[in-house]
């Protein structure tokens, strides 16, 4: 691997994200492109702080400064890629469902969907279920994901679905679930098409999904 890249996904795996950003535009600068960058710098190391974090060396902040570092490169390259029309891996929508202000879990998900190449839709928090339907119509989503940290808001997973059902619209999507209350019992009961227990296994799932 170049050096430079290899010294760009060491500083992104420490989240540093000045350095990150600085050596993105030297690697620009040095003609290496931005599709490098990407799958040979920045993709590998978040491979690696996915890994860390499942095997308890990263905990949440390690995570989340990564991530911000891997946004800070990705600023700088995402509109090189759109231009040498570089298509991403999905396109994935995620909100924290009705009832619900916390968006801690789902915005660590949308980071590392999108160092995992995936274009991302964030509809943020307290999201109705007929919102859902209405903005996946409007993005065209091929996967939602739907979070929920309290167990008095879950059942708004359920509802999100239905309203998928209900418009003719859920042989469309793919719906991933999520939360500290929800399990894989709870996603299989709702009729989701998957769980996550975690960031990392969210973007592994997602591309499982897709793929598919």
């Avoid at 924290?96 to 964030?122: C, P, S, W, Y």
């Avoid at 929800?182 to 709702?190: G, L, M, N, Q, S």
């Amino acid at each position: 691997m170049n050096q430079l890249l290899k010294e760009l996904g060491q500083n992104l795996i420490e989240g540093n994200r000045e350095e990150v950003e600085r050596l993105t535009i030297k690697a620009l600068e040095n003609k290496i492109s931005p599709e490098e960058i990407l799958n040979e710098g920045m993709l590998p190391a978040m491979d690696i702080v996915g890994k860390k974090f499942r095997d308890y060396e990263f905990f949440l902040p390690e995570v989340l400064v990564a991530a911000r570092a891997m946004k800070g490169g990705m600023a700088i390259i995402q509109p090189l890629l759109s231009q040498s029309g570089i298509e991403p891996v999905g396109k994935v929508m995620l909100g924290t469902v009705r009832g619900d202000l916390h968006d801690i879990g789902k915005n660590l998900v949308g980071m590392m969907l999108q160092g995992a190449g995936f274009e991302v839709v964030d509809l943020g928090i307290d999201v109705t279920p007929e919102k859902f339907v209405e903005m996946s119509r409007k993005h065209s989503v091929q996967l939602i994901g739907l979070s929920a940290l309290l167990t008095t808001t879950m059942g708004a997973m359920q509802d999100t679905i239905q309203a998928f059902i209900d418009n003719n619209y859920r042989e469309n999507v793919k719906i991933i679930v999520g939360g500290a209350p929800v399990t894989d019992e709870y996603a299989r009961k709702i009729g989701a098409d998957g769980y996550a227990l975690d960031a990392p296994a969210a973007v592994e799932l997602a591309k499982t999904l897709i793929e598919n």
